[in-house]
DNA sequence: CATGAATGAGCTTTCATTCAT
DNA sequence: TATGAATGAAAGCTCATTCAT
């Protein structure tokens, strides 16, 4: 193994070390609430030098979503392989995302206000992020192609369609806005149960 | 009529005048672009002034959010009307959400925003948004309500979770992420199938 | 009087005091060493304020060879009329300068070393510098030509050359390079005597 | 021939290297407008190596400096020689000067200004360029000496006095700070006409 | 010896917000 | 009320120099 090879493996660690810290204090404090200083301090180097690993404060942002999507990929990649028909895999897949909602809450705030943050500053690493989010969604076209195939679900739906709406339902019923949260706790309804819910709806509809 | 009412007008007037001109520039460039200075700029007065009648730049931003909130209500209302059973009713307040969306686009993006903007910053006004959506989309769960009674909706529905759901559904479906965007542009999807689409579903689940 | 005035003259003497301080402190440790955070503590202003009244450490340099330029200016119109003859004048304008060397030698050395400074860097206030700086040295040449009128100086002297050379001369023996210093310490000569000998040996050449 | 010769050898020519890099880009742009970067990457070496070779930035450019001086020195040399009687030696030391400026200007740059960029800094190697530069202008007194002795100059000058004057004198008509300049190219003088003014004065004076 | 990595000092700029009048 | 001035936090960047291997 050429010496090029252990340098560019150290590199990486220190990459990871910085992404580290800084996940760290997004995770609790927010994305707008912590500075290049403080990513400094947690990962015990000086300032400037997390710019010779970091363009800037929103690649160091937009390098935690990657991780963020790398393991919502994995995990829907793991539980469409659980289900036997089409079927099972659109709700495995539903199941996968909850899992990575709960497990990691922090990542997936990450993912959903990476936009705005790192939206229309033409990072590379932003096309990237998209890349990875569109083939870890797509998992639900292909079950629901599968589905059809094995007449585990409805053979008069559109596959694309229900692709897009069921990806959306689930992500936002995951990820609440403020207001439908009020209106939940109005109405003395865990967010539990909207989930179970709603997972119920789509997947009634596709059967 | 006393003095101070004319002073209240006037200074009512002047809120106007500076919300107009951050609702134009926050529209065409997106709040995390314009500064202060380029609303004052604008309204034609100095940049201290402008904390003479918000508190700060996210106040500014959610009497945005407010006048946006006010005209999607007015429109829920209108449309609400309009039907004559439960289920027009619903199909309607759908109908006029996407009014909304398209007239008033910078509206609502602005409405949608403004939770990562203003957020946990305990502004009084950020409690009225919230009063003030929930307002506007209980009126689907009046609308459900009514349905059931009128027996044009289902009567095994859950009124509460539905109108959840319903109203995620649709707010969800025109905001679409960038990745979905994405998704649906690589599968020659338009905009306005999915969204047709995705009424059709909810209201066919009503039936 | 109006109150743009009094803005305006205030604003003029928080500049002065900004020139005061960098003054102070370039003189006494040099441009390369102090920073734009010893200025603002100098001055009791934060760093940022600095930036509001000049564009760079370079203009703040400027601005104090400047200053010099105008006091040395001053001091050459008063000695020039001093003189009688031109020849006298001549002779006063040499005093003027080693006048202005010994009394303020922060500002000699600001001025000679503006160049290699602020050179190059085509900040407006450089024009204005070397234009005041030919102002002064032109006096040299009046002084001159009055002399040849007024046949306290030869005739046959080219007064544009002479002019040249004087300044050149007086400004070099005044600002000796380190090595001719060192030269003139072993050979037990004070700087004054090599500056005196300068000066006679000029106006001679003049009789 | 022992290792350690040779080694000095290489080191010697890897320290040629640099400086040859160094003096081609400070000849170009400046002191001040080359990094350690570039001169590291114009001789193929990585930044750090350069401290290897040389203390510091300073350290490089006084090695430049050194290196013209060598080049002067050894045109004072020559000159002097060609001249026969003292005076003639005075003025070939001026006309190697001259030469000297025109031929390696770069040189002639590097070492007026090294001073201030060198000097208060203790480097040991600024001695010596004080010492070769004395070195090299003692010839004038020299040759100043020998006029004496064989009568081709005035016996009543003072040669230490003299000497320190005329080499100053030739110094500075050629290195015009730039206000001389302008003053000369606005009354339609070349810098080679006041080289001659100047030379013939101070040749006369001797004579 | 040579190097890549890291450092730290400092300049510059931006901007929301506050202060003094 | 209105304002110009000032502030302070932070990002971003440059660069000479040092460190660890």
Redesign the interface.
């Known amino acids: 193994m050429p010496i090029s090879d252990r340098k560019e493996r150290e590199k990486e660690m220190r990459r990871k070390d910085i992404i580290d810290t800084a996940e760290k204090l997004i995770f609790e404090n ?1 994305y707008e609430n912590i500075t290049m200083a403080d990513i400094a301090k947690g990962s015990e180097l000086a300032r400037s030098t997390l710019y010779l690993y970091f363009k800037n404060k929103k690649e160091i942002y937009l390098s935690i979503s990657i991780r963020g999507t790398q393991i919502l990929n994995k995990m829907f990649k793991e539980y469409y392989n659980r289900g036997e028909t089409g079927l099972e895999k659109v709700k495995m897949l539903m199941i996968a995302f909850y899992k990575f909602y709960k497990e990691y809450p922090g990542y997936y705030d990450v993912n959903w ?1 990476s ?2 943050v790192a ?2 500053h033409d990072l590379p690493k932003m096309k990237e992020v ?1 890349r990875m ?2 083939e870890g ?2 998992l639900f076209g292909k079950a629901l192609q599968e589905g059809i195939e094995d007449r585990s679900i409805r053979s008069d739906i ?1 596959p ?2 229900t ?3 069921l ?3 689930i ?3 995951l990820n ?5 949260e ?3 706790k ?2 003395n ?1 865990t967010h539990k ?2 989930i179970d ?2 997972m119920d ?1 789509m997947l009634h ?1 596709l059967e």
């Open positions: 927010g206000l936009y705005p939206f229309n998209k989010r569109m969604f797509s559109d694309v369609k692709n897009l709406v990806a959306l339902s992500q936002n019923v609440l806005p403020p207001t439908m009020l209106h939940m109005n109405n309804l149960e909207l819910y709603t709806l509809s």
